[in-house]
């Protein structure tokens, strides 16, 4: 079985869970021992939950791959999304009850005017269908009850917020009294990790002095994966079918993009295999991969003041 990464474009109504079960599925049926049934010895596992009513890329790491799925975790993430006018939802999506009604809509030029508001570090309140605990509950399950959910303000950083390049080509720059109510707005953010796309979409919908809910959201990037590494459910099914997963899967070093590698010695090699804290290396601070001298992955590493120290060994 080899180490790396099966980056699923993700269809819609398919949960995550389900999505690593399909990977699991193809690959037994390949011939691949992988954890969770027969004793298998492969782990599977994804780099970051994705809605049953989203699509778009969801990292799946295999074997080796899977100790880095915490960096995903971590990893900034890049969505289109679309935000329907005129009614809120209890879910802040299509799936809930309406809750909130508005007969005001908002223009491009108005849209354009508020983006730079929400971008930056910024204050928001997580939806109360969301998967963050409660007194030891899912805040989701207290919601589905019928109890009140009040979930604190986070800050989380939107880095870029702007109309997506098809809505784009209109002219918000136009006399804006002459331009068409919008029905909804399809729009591009690039967010830190814990970013709620849906309470953005309903807070920007308020600061246009309307309500909204999210009817389209498709992540574009998670990490260092985008929708070019993806592949759909149909191909991953080729798969299980006899298709060689060389031809599906990315390699290991693609989830450290970013992570400088550091060539070690064979005695270095040895002590980094130990869990031992290797000293003398005059070089900047910060995390590295360790290699050996034959380029196999050891380690991820942190050096501080030369001196080396283990984050999470790989066992090739």
Same mark, same amino acid.
């Given at each position: 079985?080899?180490?790396?990464?099966?980056?699923?474009?993700?269809?819609?109504?398919?949960?995550?869970?389900?999505?690593? =079960?399909?990977?699991?599925?193809? +690959?037994?049926? @390949? !011939?691949?021992? %992988?954890?969770? #049934?027969?004793?298998? &010895? /492969?782990?599977?596992?994804?780099?970051?939950?994705?809605?049953?009513?989203?699509?778009?890329?969801?990292?799946?790491?295999?074997?080796?791959?899977?100790?880095?799925?915490?960096?995903?975790?971590?990893?900034?993430?890049?969505?289109?999304?679309?935000?329907?006018?005129?009614?809120?939802?209890?879910?802040?999506?299509?799936?809930?009850?309406?809750?909130?009604?508005?007969?005001?809509?908002?223009?491009?030029?108005?849209?354009?005017?508020?983006?730079?508001?929400?971008?930056?570090?910024?204050?928001?309140?997580?939806?109360?269908?969301?998967?963050?605990?409660?007194? =030891?509950?899912?805040?989701?399950? +207290?919601?589905? @009850? !019928?109890?009140? %959910?009040?979930? #604190?303000?986070?800050? &989380? /950083?939107?880095?870029?917020?702007?109309?997506?390049?098809?809505?784009?080509?209109?002219?918000?720059?136009?006399?804006?009294?002459?331009?068409?109510?919008?029905?909804?707005?399809?729009?591009?953010?690039?967010?830190?990790?814990?970013?709620?796309?849906?309470?953005?979409?309903?807070?920007?919908?308020?600061?246009?002095?309307?309500?909204?809910?999210?009817?389209?959201?498709?992540?574009?990037?998670?990490?260092?994966?985008?929708?070019?590494?993806?592949?759909?459910?149909?191909?991953?099914?080729?798969?299980?079918?006899?298709?060689?997963?060389?031809?599906?899967?990315?390699?290991?070093?693609?989830?450290?993009?970013?992570?400088?590698?550091?060539?070690?010695?064979?005695?270095?090699?040895?002590?980094?295999?130990?869990?031992?804290?290797?000293?003398?290396?005059?070089?900047?601070?910060?995390?590295?991969?360790?290699?050996?001298?034959?380029?196999?992955?050891?380690?991820?590493?942190?050096?501080?003041?030369?001196?080396?120290?283990?984050?999470?060994?790989?066992?090739?």
């Amino acid at each position: 079985m080899p180490h790396g990464w099966i980056i699923l474009d993700k269809p819609l109504e398919l949960g995550s869970t389900q999505a690593v =079960g399909a990977v699991k599925r193809n +690959l037994r049926e @390949a !011939g691949y021992k %992988v954890s969770g #049934k027969g004793g298998g &010895v /492969t782990k599977i596992g994804h780099g970051g939950t994705l809605d049953p009513l989203a699509t778009g890329v969801l990292p799946i790491a295999i074997g080796e791959a899977t100790k880095l799925t915490g960096r995903m975790l971590e990893a900034s993430k890049v969505y289109d999304f679309t935000i329907t006018f005129g009614q809120q939802t209890t879910t802040l999506d299509s799936e809930g009850e309406v809750m909130a009604m508005s007969e005001h809509r908002p223009n491009m030029a108005d849209v354009q005017s508020i983006l730079a508001d929400f971008t930056g570090t910024i204050s928001q309140i997580p939806p109360a269908f969301s998967a963050l605990k409660v007194d =030891g509950k899912r805040a989701y399950a +207290l919601a589905r @009850a !019928g109890e009140e %959910v009040e979930l #604190k303000a986070r800050s &989380v /950083t939107i880095y870029s917020l702007s109309i997506h390049a098809p809505d784009s080509a209109l002219d918000f720059q136009s006399d804006a009294a002459s331009q068409p109510m919008l029905s909804a707005i399809t729009l591009t953010a690039h967010v830190s990790k814990g970013t709620y796309i849906r309470s953005l979409a309903r807070d920007i919908a308020l600061a246009l002095n309307t309500v909204g809910h999210v009817t389209m959201l498709r992540r574009t990037k998670a990490g260092p994966f985008a929708l070019k590494d993806a592949i759909s459910l149909d191909n991953l099914n080729e798969i299980g079918k006899g298709a060689a997963i060389k031809d599906y899967i990315l390699p290991f070093e693609a989830g450290l993009d970013g992570i400088p590698a550091l060539t070690l010695n064979p005695d270095q090699a040895r002590q980094v295999r130990q869990g031992q804290i290797v000293s003398g290396f005059a070089m900047d601070d910060g995390q590295y991969c360790a290699h050996d001298e034959d380029a196999v992955p050891l380690a991820l590493i942190e050096l501080c003041e030369g001196d080396l120290r283990v984050v999470r060994g790989f066992n090739f």
